[in-house]
């Protein structure tokens, strides 16, 4: 559909109609004298005679004015509508690149969480010392193989046994926990340790206390110190038999020294007594 608002242009249009294509239609944009503008749409059709050529041309006119002003309204809010949607797209791609980078650095994340993991659960599983985190209230929440072995627990059976049970004596629980209430570190406490099959063996407990996961969490570092009691035991024999070897060695020199002094006395003696006895004669 043309729109014309010059005349000739409209008398052009109306002229391109023929029998075989009688009818068009024109919307044209008028000035009225007031300074507004209407628009008419006119239906424009050629009258052919009975030669089948044209003989007149009958049109009617419609006021579409307010058509087209709805038409210019609609094609502007189309247009806002437009714009918004660019802005729309634009901010949802850079939300979108942004999720994008978020994700990205989410998946890093989570990858140098799991590698920072596994390098702390092989450090945690090759420490040559027994170490475990425990609860206050006596739970195991893990252990390694070290400790394991030490205490001849098999790892499936590590969620039936407490804290207390492995202590000889409840007495040196009680006394490091009552310690951890007030100092968050204790080094080098030798308590004695019970083993799964009943057998026992001195151990030396490095405790610290921490939170974890809002819960307050005991890290166990536990040395096996039997060798090193007996060695000092051995240690500590070794010394009181050199004691005892020494006294018995100033003893024995004692003795040999008061022989001596016996002897000499005795042989001067009889020295001095042969002697006064050939100067007398």
């Not at 425990?134 to 929440?141: A, H, M, Q, S, V």
Request: contains cysteine; glycine residues 4%.
């Amino acid at each position: 559909m043309a729109e014309f608002g010059d005349p000739s242009a409209w008398r052009t249009r109306v002229g391109r109609l023929s029998p075989e294509n009688p009818k068009t239609e024109i919307e044209q944009r008028l000035n009225l004298p007031d300074g507004t503008t209407c628009w008419i749409r006119w239906i424009v059709i050629a009258i052919l005679d009975d030669a089948g050529r044209i003989a007149e041309y009958q049109s009617v006119g419609h006021d579409i004015t307010e058509i087209k002003r709805a038409q210019q309204m609609l094609e502007s809010h189309q247009a806002e509508l437009e714009r918004q949607v660019q802005r729309r797209t634009r901010a949802l791609y850079t939300a979108n690149e942004n999720l994008r980078l978020e994700i990205e650095d989410r998946i890093q994340l989570e990858k140098d969480i799991r590698e920072s993991e596994l390098k702390y659960r092989m450090l945690f599983e090759s420490a040559p010392m027994g170490i475990a985190l425990t609860t206050f209230d006596g739970r195991i929440l893990a252990a390694n193989t070290k400790l394991l072995s030490m205490l001849k627990i098999d790892g499936d059976q590590l969620d039936r046994i407490d804290v207390p049970s492995l202590y000889a004596s409840e007495e040196d629980r009680a006394r490091l926990l009552a310690q951890l209430q007030t100092a968050h570190l204790i080094e080098e406490a030798e308590v004695e340790l019970r083993r799964r099959d009943g057998t026992t063996f001195h151990a030396a407990l490095n405790l610290s206390r921490f939170m974890l996961e809002d819960r307050d969490t005991i890290l166990a570092v536990v040395n096996d110190i039997s060798m090193r009691r007996q060695a000092i035991q051995a240690l500590q024999r070794s010394e009181a038999d050199l004691q005892e070897l020494s006294a018995r060695l100033l003893s024995v020199q004692e003795a040999e020294r008061k022989r001596i002094a016996r002897e000499l006395h005795d042989s001067i003696g009889q020295l001095m007594h042969a002697m006064k006895y050939t100067v007398e004669t």
